[in-house]
C-alpha cells in the first residue's frame, strides 16, 4: 500500500529491462510518487500522489 498513489490507484509493476545484447533481466516500473498536503473531508492530511495526479490537480486548482 506504501508505493501506491492514494488517488488513481496507481502501483509498481513488473517488467524487464532488454539490453541491445537482448540480456534480459526482471526489473520494478515504480509510479513517481510525491507526499503532499491535500484537504481531505474538511481537514489537511499527508497524500501519496502520483505526479500525473499533482500535475492534474494543478491544472484543475483543487
Not at 532488454?18 to 507526499?35: D, E, G, Q, W, Y
Not at 481531505?40 to 492530511?45: A, C, E, I, L, Q
Amino acid at each position: 500500500m506504501s508505493r501506491t498513489c492514494e488517488i488513481c490507484g496507481k502501483h509498481p509493476v513488473s517488467g524487464c529491462t532488454v539490453s541491445h545484447a537482448h540480456n534480459v533481466n526482471k526489473r520494478i516500473f515504480a509510479p513517481n510518487l510525491r507526499t503532499i498536503k491535500a484537504i481531505v473531508d474538511g481537514t489537511f492530511r499527508r497524500v501519496k500522489v502520483c505526479m500525473k495526479c499533482l500535475k492534474t490537480m494543478s491544472k484543475t486548482g483543487r
